[in-house]
């Protein structure tokens, strides 16, 4: 990961072109308005994977003694990466289409089913969350996504199944 001089993370990416990349961290940080609640600002969009960050901030707490971030803020977040991966996946399988045609085949994606597993209490200054499609189908996604602290300590893993079509 790359800093602009405005302290906002240029977003790394493989194949893509910049438009793409652009519409797509347009779409997850600007136009999802509770992705703007959380902070998450989108940090790599790859074919194989995706990755994000969020800051802490008082608004995330879920337990005011502990200064700890909210559960559901950690299940935000990685459904919000979830679905980003499966975007970045479908964009990487259809490259000879042009970015607005590959945008638009993002219209029907859909949570399925998103389990996530706890393994440590979020605290700290900030949070990544990473995800990448397990398999990508005509018909359903499954994805693995991952929740680390600032110090890349695993906090919290999920996986989710989405439809495509």
Do not use: W
């Not at 990349?21 to 969009?45: A, D, H, Y």
């Not at 707490?61 to 803020?73: D, S, T």
């Not at 200054?125 to 695993?154: C, I, N, W, Y």
Request: aromatic letters at 6%; hydrophobic letters at 45%; charged letters at 25%.
């Amino acid at each position: 990961m790359t800093t602009t001089t405005n302290d906002r993370p240029e977003v790394a990416t493989t194949i893509f072109e910049p438009e793409f990349v652009s519409e797509l961290v347009e779409i997850f940080e600007k136009r999802i308005c509770f992705n703007q609640v959380l902070g998450l600002q989108v940090t790599r969009v790859a074919p194989e994977g995706v990755e994000s960050r969020i800051e802490m901030k008082q608004e995330l707490i879920g337990h005011f003694a502990y200064n700890r971030l909210h559960g559901g803020v950690i299940s935000a977040a990685l459904d919000a990466m979830a679905g980003l991966a499966v975007m970045a996946a479908i964009g990487g399988r259809h490259m000879d289409e042009p970015p607005a045609r590959r945008l638009q085949r993002f219209a029907r994606l859909g949570t399925i089913d998103l389990r996530v597993d706890y393994l440590r209490a979020a605290i700290g200054p900030h949070f990544t969350q990473r995800a990448q499609v397990l398999r990508l189908g005509s018909r359903v996604a499954t994805v693995r996504m991952e929740f680390l602290s600032a110090k890349d300590e695993l906090l919290s893993v999920g996986t989710a199944s989405y439809i495509v079509s």
